[in-house]
């Protein structure tokens, strides 16, 4: 008899599977996928989407954090793809441009509108990664049980975390922001010295203490053949 409430949640998980992939072939069939790309002071990101928003944006693999916070550039090296770009695209290229020179700016710049299967449902997902955006501003953090007492789930500390891993637009989606209650930072999907770099760029410039030094650690340890979101987890 126990086991039938771990098999129910090994359904509902199949079921919500299932549901995201038919979703992302209906939006892929639907929308014809169009690319930028934005050299940073992280590397290369791809921002893809189609002409009613953006879809994700991802680091690729072989770039590793740098050890300390370059001077700000005059501007970051933009590219798109092979096809014409949309408005959405270089809306979005254009935040993370102004991010990495001056972050300080970026909450004067429109946002580019979104376009992937986790903002067309109504989910806790959806709440969260909507709640951070609006709540959690540049030079500020909040813990992950914080965050899931913001949109009234105090207890989904752990459902938070989930959250900021299927975040598919982050440093936008600012889910290298949310850190742990002790105060630590957490992991980090693209890597532990991504998120220290981002927060100290953060804290720079309002003039905030930085945090203590730490090996910069590589994203290149994730496979070759694949792009990743740089997307935070407990």
């Known amino acids: 008899l126990t086991v039938l409430p771990a098999l129910a949640l090994f359904m509902q998980h199949l079921l919500q599977f299932c549901n995201r992939s038919l979703l992302l072939r209906m939006m892929g069939s639907a929308c014809r996928m ?25 680091c690729g693999p072989g770039h590793r954090a740098p050890a300390r916070v370059p001077a700000p550039s005059k501007g970051e090296k933009l590219e798109s793809g092979p096809e014409e770009t949309t408005a959405a695209l270089d809306e979005c290229a254009a935040w993370l441009a ?27 997902r959806r709440q969260v990664l909507w709640k951070l ?10 813990s992950y049980q914080q965050l899931a007492a913001l949109v009234g789930k105090s207890g989904a500390a752990r459902a938070v975390g989930g959250a ?33 770099w981002l927060l100290d760029h953060e804290k720079r410039v309002k003039g905030k203490p930085l945090l203590p030094p730490g090996p910069a650690q590589s ?5 070759d053949h694949t792009m990743h979101a740089c997307t935070g987890r407990i």
């Open 219 to 223: 994203i290149a340890s994730q496979p």
């Open 98 to 124: 102004a991010y990495f020179h001056a972050p300080e700016t970026v909450e004067d710049l429109p946002l580019p509108a979104f376009h992937h299967p986790i903002f067309q449902q109504d989910s806790f």
């Open 133 to 142: 955006m609006a709540a959690v501003k540049v030079g500020d953090t909040v």
């Open 34 to 58: 169009k690319y930028k790309f934005l050299e940073s002071p992280l590397g290369r990101i791809e921002i893809s989407g189609c002409e009613a928003g953006v879809e994700a944006a991802k």
């Open 164 to 196: 900021m891993r299927d975040n598919p637009i982050p440093i936008i989606i600012p889910c290298h922001r949310v850190i742990c209650s002790s105060g630590k930072i957490g992991n980090y999907t693209g890597g532990v010295g991504i998120k220290e």
